[in-house]
């Protein structure tokens, strides 16, 4: 195949603006689209991949040579999380092909499209400005979903995601406009290879906004407060949108920025103090929480701290553990908040009490949730096990003994309060208020998908390994970026 | 070929296409678990046999630095896999007809099978990563087990979880440090490592190994998830759980501290009356552990609850034994996994048979039972036999070698320790026996209630056999013992060289000819007694001295489940008796909690400006921090 | 040594511990009588009781276990008995002792009163069970100076075997371990009154308290049977205590002197004091003479 990665973003994009039209065609046509668009994204993500292993391809817009023009950047890493993203999009896409609610069905699949659509092409583009227009595409996007159920919980959440995400927008203009200003130049390959002759305190003041704002986006503490909210808030399936894509390319961002780009290594580290910080702030807070959602909302944000801790230690093998954590968490997570979201929607509620019990109704999900479960603690034969492992591996391997005691502490207290709804939810009395329904197929076959893609890594993990080497040496070798992109890329 | 690398597999996929399959015919499940098991047992003995030592790597799907998985076979191992390959099937026999019933039926035999096969991994693996696996997959699969029964409090699946988690963790990260210095995860490179490391470094690892399987084996302070756990947990499962799981923490230590670290290595350390600091520091909370939960076995009411609390203090007398390590020592701790896992897995399965049977739990509703249930109490007899230490039985010979390991080293004091566990277990072993079977019954229909089931017969026989076997010939497993050291390095301990004696050290005793001369006497007093007297009159049960009076069937008379209660009026024991460690864990627990709510309230306010606060706050920090 | 003569040994072994044991009881009596300024029975009285009871034509029993209780509690006695040398000659009465050690033969001193707790135990008596407990709780306390007496002596000798310990305090007087560990005696010798039943340990069988504790429920064959292990029973304690301690004995009468000259001891012990109750016991039992005997372990490991 060799279409035009450029179709990646503007299919999604044309299909959107176009979903209102097909609306008066037939009342579930935009889910329809929605779906089969991501379905074409992810094809042509995963035949690009192969291409883009061998070497990174550069794709020209408009036909003006970069360090002119805006060019796509398809390095391994890049074209990785590109088949993340529109894979996990796909597998929520099917789930909401029932959800049932309806008056807002062409929004929602325009807005899906929207985030599915920014998150690519933040991983894919070269050029800096570029990458702030497809995140604020996708964070604009994600208010609306946020709040698109227009009950209170959501639309509290959608407006405290909002006022920490201008902020957030703000900084990272302030800090590309400084660059641009200090270096004349928006091409990222083009600012790293000048980024060392930017005046020092500048330079600084740069990277700072910038760390910033893509911290927020990226759920690092203590600009994450605002996560926990929304993952309460929006609706399930939003919910596991937002941890599986929008939070991985907010962290591709942070880390391409940080690595490629301006090669900071003070900042790495502080990376990996903030990421320590992160785990151990949200697995505490996770303790006392007794809606589960708003639970899972904090376990996230602590996996989150364990990539940002991997990625701070700055090895190849600790990056390597990272870009697998990424793999794990957004299955995980997806996995978990798919389940919770129909048991919730069964059980009438997602906090403790409501959910008492419901394993025995719904041994199914409930079974699935247990799985992910699992999984986001760590235990083998599953998928999250390896990724730990190979993070903590690499973090005892440089000397940091105390820091992978706190992260194990933090799973402990995980464990606790992750068994703790398990028991809720299987040991109780059946609950007699609720009458069992049947789970429709549309739900069911993204959830299998993903539990065999849980257990399947996690016994097999070395099939995905060769992807993670490559992805980890493109983050390390800057100078291989930089001569690739501003020389021409390998052909499509 | 099926070997150390593969037989892990076996349970584990039978157990979950027990699961699967038993949804549309319930009995396969028994029928797979049973063949497994037989199936495993075959394999132990006869295709991972004690001379076969093998390494077999598996390099497939896995990051490179890994050096792939290694599974092997030494004499050592295959002492444990044989203990838990004959556990496996008993406990699937005993199984059948206690959790026929259950609605948890398949996911009994699931876990079941799956925790079986991980403990053939433990024992089997050769490299760090993979014995964390098997030990990870261990901890889950148990604690599904144990929060099966509906009466299970959720508490005790929570401490379960989170102190055995929190242990294997202390082991993952001390298996890290050592990965950081040896650069490979196998075992042989590890013990080349540990010769580069600094003193302090030998101890902080020795101290997070012993940590990992201290708690494993429920030794104080690290205990309090064991009693609940043992109790509460499905009846039929306890017996593997006390007889076998604690054993692999015995395993553990004794791999980690005899072979891969070296009693050597930590004794260089830091040193204390000839032995290693953290040795004789755990060896003393070993005979802590004992004494302390001899006490609060007798004065308890729920037979498994008093179990429970005895099998923690035994366990107690076998770390005390190989923390000190001795050869002598760690043979005395060997021979002691055997036997008590033996006396545990007797006393729990006949226990699991009455409790099925009468539907009581509580000494205070049973009595009497012994003539509607004579095998049971044979079985418990032996059990007690062996529990308190007594010839002719094989309890005895495993407490001699340890009480002539301490002796021989001059571990006096901690041999008084023992000493005082080991006559106060008399008390709770009596207890048992009368408590169930002895007597006057203090229920109603307890004269009606049948044996237990046929399928405890077997493991009931068969243990007590062994148990028989090795109080008469206490010389036979001593072959096996040295194998299982000298897979480790060490070297041989014992003086003796035939089956029917035991000599090491000071002295040597020979079983044969105490039940020679036991049974002699027994038979020719017996044969007397019964022949040359007249035949004595069968008198009613309820026709006893009673100050000139006659009870009736309401008159309490079933007193002996009230032992323990005059325990209290001792002061040190009383005192034992009143601390309890839960308080320290729970305030420890209270103070998290706290910090937590701190954060849920304060941090995460759920105040947008404050969030919009510190954003601006973390960037004026870096700032300050950062900026120059 | 023929074989004849090994086997009349072996049976003669018993026989002697039960008549010389009855009649150290009879003598216990009389002389305790004479404390108390009366008479007291004839000094055969205990064996005339024996035989008696094995006359009468009857006896109740309540199942199996009551039945075997005597029995089992006989066949540990003798068994014990048949592991501690009585002569320390090597050739004459010196049973199976060289095929069991200290160790072995503590044990064994057990096994015959749990075989009794679970005759009890079938009987059903309250003031049985009672008795068994106390017992039992008692032995908590007596055990562990014991202990340490022996732990102090192997030690010393440096080996688990009776035998090679009264062959090391051969050579006279001085050399008996009284005298080489005497803190260790001393300490022993609490443990040692308190087995023998001497008040104030006389716990598990005070008769104003448990009605005979464990002997409630008997009668007949079956009490003949136990008051015959008692007696051996008493023999075999001071024959343990005379081997470890008073240096063994060349032949029978210097047995019988030593074990009587311990067993004076005894008397005077137990017609002077009043009962413990059984914690005060422990109590007692884990201070002052286990202090004592973790001063002589103490002396002993600084050896």
Redesign the interface.
């Known amino acids: 195949m060799s279409l035009n990665p450029i179709l990646m973003i503007a299919v999604p994009l044309f299909v959107a603006f176009s979903i209102p039209l097909l609306g008066y065609i037939h009342k579930k046509a935009g889910l329809y689209a929605m779906s089969a668009t991501l379905l074409f994204n992810t094809f042509l993500s995963f035949s690009t991949l192969p291409h883009a292993f061998e070497k990174p391809i550069r794709v020209i817009i408009a036909g003006y040579k970069p360090p002119f023009g805006i060019n796509l950047a398809i390095t391994p890493f890049s074209i990785f999380l590109a088949c993340l993203i529109s894979l996990m999009g796909f597998i929520v896409s099917i789930y909401l092909l029932k959800d049932e609610t309806t008056e807002t069905q062409e929004k929602f699949s325009m807005l899906i499209l929207l985030v599915v659509m920014g998150a690519t092409g933040i991983v894919l583009t070269g050029d800096i400005f570029n990458m702030f227009v497809f995140l604020e595409i996708m964070s604009i996007s994600s208010y609306a979903l946020t709040s698109i159920r227009k009950d209170r919980k959501g639309s509290e959440a959608g407006i405290k995601f909002l006022l920490v995400g201008s902020i957030s927008s703000t900084f990272l203009l302030l800090g590309i406009a400084i660059i641009y200003n200090q270096l004349g130049t928006l091409n990222m390959a083009d600012i790293a290879r000048r980024f060392s002759q930017m005046n020092p305190k500048l330079a600084f003041a740069a990277v700072s906004f910038l760390f910033l704002g893509l911290g927020i986006e990226s759920e690092m503490f203590p600009l994450n407060a605002w996560a926990p909210d929304v993952y309460q808030g929006a609706p399930a399936p939003v919910a596991a949108l937002f941890s599986a894509v929008t939070v991985k390319a907010g962290l591709y961002a942070m880390i391409r920025f940080l690595y490629t780009i301006s090669n900071n290594s003070s900042f790495i580290k502080l990376l990996m103090l903030f990421g320590i910080a992160t785990v151990i702030v949200s697995e505490l807070s996770a303790l006392k929480q007794t809606d589960v959602k708003r639970m899972l909302g904090y376990s996230s944000l602590g996996q989150i701290g364990v990539i940002l801790f991997a990625v701070g230690i700055g090895t190849k093998t600790a990056l390597e553990g990272a870009v697998f954590h990424f793999v794990n968490h957004a299955v995980l997570k997806a996995t978990m908040f798919l389940s919770i979201g129909l048991l919730a929607k069964y059980a009438g509620g997602s906090s403790f009490e409501e959910l008492k019990g419901i394993g025995k109704k719904y041994p199914f999900l409930a079974g699935v949730f247990a799985i992910g479960a699992l999984g986001v603690m760590g235990f083998p034969p599953l998928n999250g096990f390896m990724s730990k492992l190979m993070i903590l591996t690499a973090a005892a391997k440089a000397e940091h003994v105390v820091l992978v005691m706190l992260v194990l502490a933090a799973s402990v207290v995980e464990g606790f309060y992750y068994f703790r709804v398990l028991q809720v939810m299987f040991r109780e009395p059946e609950p007699t208020r609720i009458e069992k329904r049947s789970v429709s197929l549309a739900f069911v076959i993204p959830l299998v998908v993903l539990v065999g893609m849980i257990v399947g890594i996690g016994l097999f993990p070395g099939v995905l390994m060769p992807y993670f080497k490559g992805a980890a040496m493109d983050i390390l070798s800057r100078g291989d970026y930089i001569s690739v992109m501003l020389s021409g890329g390998g052909a499509l | 070929m099926i070997g150390p690398h593969n037989i892990v597999l076996i349970p584990v996929v039978i157990g979950i296409l027990a699961y699967f399959a038993g949804k549309l015919v319930r009995p396969v499940r028994e029928g797979l678990t049973l063949l497994s098991s037989l199936f495993v047992c075959y394999v132990v003995l006869f295709k991972a046999g004690l001379n076969t030592i093998g390494i077999y790597t598996y390099n ?6 890994f050096d792939g998985f290694r599974f092997g076979n030494n004499g050592f191992s295959w002492y444990f896999a044989v203990i838990i390959a004959f556990s496996y099937l008993f406990v699937s026999l005993a199984s059948f007809p206690l959790v026929k019933d259950k609605e948890y039926h398949g996911s009994f035999y699931l876990f079941f099978n799956i925790v079986a096969g991980a403990l053939l991994g433990i024992v089997y693996s050769r490299d760090l ?1 993979s014995f ?3 030990w ?2 261990m ?2 699969s148990s ?1 599904f087990l144990v ?1 099966m029964n ?1 009466n ?1 409090k ?1 508490k005790t ?2 401490t379960y ?2 102190f055995n ?2 242990g294997a ?1 202390a082991m ?2 001390a298996m ?2 050592v ?2 210095y040896a650069g490979s995860f196998h075992f042989d490179r590890v013990v080349k490592a540990v010769s580069l490391m600094t003193n302090s470094t030998v101890f902080f690892i020795s101290l997070l190994f012993a940590i990992g399987f201290l708690v494993k084996m429920a030794t104080m302070p690290l205990h309090i998830w064991a009693p609940d756990a043992y109790t509460e947990s499905e009846d039929s499962f306890t017996p593997f759980f006390s007889g076998t799981l604690s054993k692999m923490g015995v395993y553990g230590f004794i791999l980690f501290f005899g072979m891969l670290i070296g009693f050597v290595n930590i004794k260089g350390v830091y040193e204390i009356k000839d032995t290693s600091l953290i040795g004789y520091i755990v060896a003393w909370l070993g005979v802590v552990t004992s004494v302390f939960a001899t006490f609060r076995a007798i004065v308890q009411d729920e037979i498994k609850r008093l179990l429970a609390y005895s099998s923690i203090a035994q366990v107690g007398y076998i770390v005390t034994a190989m923390a000190v390590g001795t050869a002598l020592g760690v043979a005395g701790a060997l021979y002691h996994a055997l036997i008590h896992s033996v006396i545990k897995l007797l006393l729990f399965i006949t226990v699991a048979g009455v409790i099925y049977r009468t539907g009581k739990n509580k000494f205070s509703e049973l009595g ?1 039972l ?2 509607r249930m004579p095998l049971s109490y044979l079985a418990v ?1 032996f059990g007690i ?1 062996g529990l ?4 002719p039985f094989g309890g ?1 010979a495993s407490k ?1 070698v340890i ?2 390991s301490l ?1 021989k080293n ?1 571990y ?1 004091f901690l ?2 320790g023992m ?2 566990s080991s ?2 277990a ?2 709770y072993c ?1 207890k048992l ?2 408590g169930i ?4 019954p203090s229920s109603q229909g307890l004269m009606e209630v049948k044996e237990v089931p046929g399928f405890l017969w077997v493991p009931q026989i068969v243990l007590m056999m062994v148990l028989m076997l090795t109080g008469f010939f206490p010389g036979y497993i001593v072959p096996f013992i040295e194998t299982a050291m000298k897979g480790i390095g060490f070297s041989v301990a014992f003086n003796s060289t035939s089956a029917y ?1 035991l000599s090491a ?6 079983g044969f ?2 039940i020679n ?2 049974g002699a ?2 038979v020719f ?2 044969v007397w ?2 022949l040359f ?2 035949k ?4 009613h ?1 309820l ?5 000139a009076e006659t009870p009736d069937e309401n008159t309490p ?1 079933h ?2 489940y009230g ?1 323990g209660a ?2 209290d ?5 009383g005192m034992s008796l009143r601390t309890h460690i839960t308080r320290f864990y729970e305030k420890t627990g209270e103070q ?2 706290g ?3 701190v ?2 309230d304060v ?2 306010n ?1 105040d ?5 606060l ?6 004026v920090s ?2 300050l921090l ?3 | 040594m023929s074989t004849g003569m090994r086997i009349v040994d072996i049976i003669a072994y018993p026989f002697i511990a039960f008549l010389i044991g009855m009649l150290y009881m009879g003598i216990a009596r009389n002389i305790i009588g004479r404390i108390h300024r009366r008479w007291g029975p004839p000094v055969l009285q205990n064996l005339i009781d024996v035989f008696k009871l094995y006359r009468k034509r009857e006896a109740g029993s309540h199942g199996v276990m009551f039945h075997l209780g005597p029995i089992i509690m006989v066949t540990g006695v003798v068994t014990c008995l048949y592991f501690i040398p009585m002569l320390s000659d090597g050739r004459w009465l010196k049973g199976f002792s060289f095929d069991g050690d200290l160790i072995l033969v503590t044990y064994l001193m057990v096994l015959g009163a749990l075989g009794m707790a679970l005759g009890v135990g079938q009987g059903g008596v309250p003031f049985g069970v009672m008795g068994v407990t106390r017992g039992l709780t008692r032995l908590i306390g007596l055990e562990i100076p014991y202990f340490i007496a022996i732990i102090v002596l192997m030690a010393h000798y440096n080996t688990a075997s009776i035998n090679k310990i009264i062959e090391l305090q051969a050579g006279g007087l001085s050399n008996w371990a009284m005298f080489k560990v005497p803190l260790a005696f001393i300490a022993s010798l609490f443990s040692f009154w308190g087995m023998m039943g001497a008040s104030p340990f006389d716990i598990p069988g005070a008769p104003q308290e448990v009605a005979s504790g464990p002997a409630t429920e008997f009668g007949g064959k079956y009490l003949a049977l136990m008051m015959s292990s008692r007696g051996i029973f008493g023999f075999l304690k001071l024959t343990l205590w005379v081997d470890l301690f008073m240096g063994g004995a060349a032949n029978l009468l210097i047995l019988v002197g030593k074990t009587f000259v311990l067993f004076v001891t005894v008397l005077f012990v137990t017609s002077v004091y009043s009962r413990f109750k059984v914690e005060q016991a422990v109590d007692f039992m884990w201070r002052y003479p286990t202090i004592i005997g973790l001063i002589a372990l103490v002396i002993e490991m600084v050896r």
């Open positions: 497939f799907s896995l990051p490179q630095y990563v964390f696996i098997f990870e997959i901890t889950w604690y929060v509906p299970t959720g699946g929570l979880i989170v988690v929190a963790y993952l990260t890290l440090i990965y950081s009497g012994i003539t007899l036999i308190a230490g007594m010839p005895f001699w009480y002539m002796i001059h006096y041999l008084i000493i005082v006559t106060a008399f008390l009596y026996i009368y079977f002895l007597g006057h004696t050290a000071l002295g040597g005793f020979n000819v105490v001369v036991l006497i027994f007093v017996f007694y019964t007297f007249p004595s009159k069968r008198l049960r026709d006893i001295y009673w100050a008379l007193y002996g032992i005059e325990l009026r001792i002061p040190w024991v998290i909690s910090i937590a709510s954060l849920k941090v995460f759920g947008g400006q404050i969030y919009m510190y954003a601006i706050l973390t960037l870096i700032f950062m900026g120059r």
